[in-house]
């Protein structure tokens, strides 16, 4: 990310893709198909970390990975470079950042001696993973920043770099329930997040994932490390202490989710009530204020005596003595 701030989000999911299986689930699972199929996934070699890029001076989060493919008959190896854009708006600048970024990890390669420009740059995926509510709007290739579109004498002078989509919200819950995978699993409970009923709904979902998988034990402890971490920035009342098991701990988690549930649906009724007595009052209010308005004009245009006055305003005898008195002053 270049936000040099770790926020909670960000960090769960960079756990997530510390380990090879959700790699590979990512791209056989989002990335095109005939991307994943030149892939040898028992190769992936990790490469994450964080570099200073000289342009803004500033730290970015990232997922850096390799994978051997093979391409008629040639094998050679490719980069997975996958930014986690996890802002709440869209960056229509990433077309940007990517061409910066991924020039900077060509830049790191190059000083730690990895290659050589002699030898040659190895081929990069950028992949940008999307979670922000907002429909995805940025351009996906710099060129097409570039506008209006240059000359054809000009347009081999400039810069291309496409990056491949993954917006978790444009996937139905159809689309996610076809990949059975733990990541799919997380993805839905990300799409769930506003919905109790259908947060609920997901954890069922991905505990029944979890429980076919052959590395089930393993996996478990991971997704329930992401899952305490949702839970605590979705602010859920929940007792995150006491889950160590999405598998184990369902039915207590599956309580704890009702009751926090219950708890917002109570806080909202609450809410509601509050506002409702706000609104009368401010009506009541409003109302005092024009009988009093009506009254000044019937003190000052007419001859009626206090107490008519207040019976045709319905308002207290002293209420109009006081407004006959600050009329007169």
């Known amino acids: 990310m270049a936000d040099t701030t770790h926020k909670p989000h960000d960090t769960g999911y960079k756990e997530l893709f510390s380990y090879p299986e959700f790699v590979q689930q990512l791209i056989e699972g989002f990335a095109p198909t005939e991307i994943a199929e030149l892939m040898d996934f028992s190769t992936l070699n990790n490469h994450s970390g964080n570099y200073i890029t000289p342009l803004f001076e500033e730290k970015f989060e990232d997922v850096v990975w390799s994978v051997e493919v093979t391409w008629q008959g040639v094998q050679q190896r490719v980069f997975l470079y996958i930014l986690l854009e996890f802002q709440s708006s869209v960056d229509r600048t990433m077309p940007i950042r990517l061409m910066h970024y991924v020039a900077c990890f060509y830049d790191h390669l190059l000083k730690n001696g990895k290659t050589t420009p002699h030898k040659g740059l190895p081929p990069i995926l950028p992949i940008v993973l999307y979670n922000g509510s907002e429909n995805w ?86 997704i329930t490390r992401w899952l305490k971490r949702h839970l605590q920035r979705l602010g859920a009342e929940v007792n995150l202490d006491q889950l160590n098991s999405l598998v184990e701990d369902k039915d207590m988690l599956a309580e704890n989710l009702e009751n926090w549930a219950q708890q917002e649906r109570r806080e909202e009724r609450q809410k509601v009530l509050q506002e409702t007595e706000q609104r009368v009052r401010e009506a009541e209010k409003l109302a005092l204020e024009s009988k009093r308005n009506a009254a000044r004009k019937l003190i000052a245009l007419t001859e009626m005596n206090d107490q008519l006055i207040a019976e045709i305003e319905e308002l207290p005898v002293e209420e109009v003595e006081k407004l006959r008195a600050e009329t007169q002053h």
């Open 137 to 222: 709007t940025a351009r996906q290739d710099i060129y097409d920043m570039v506008y209006p579109e240059p000359p054809a004498f000009l347009q081999v002078y400039q810069p291309h770099l496409r990056y491949y989509l993954i917006d978790e919200g444009r996937y139905t819950d159809e689309q996610l329930g076809l990949v059975q995978t733990p990541l799919s699993g997380v993805f839905s409970i990300e799409k769930a997040s506003a919905d109790r009923k259908g947060l609920q709904e997901a954890v069922n979902r991905i505990v029944a994932i979890i429980q076919a998988d052959p590395n089930k034990e393993r996996i478990d402890k991971i």
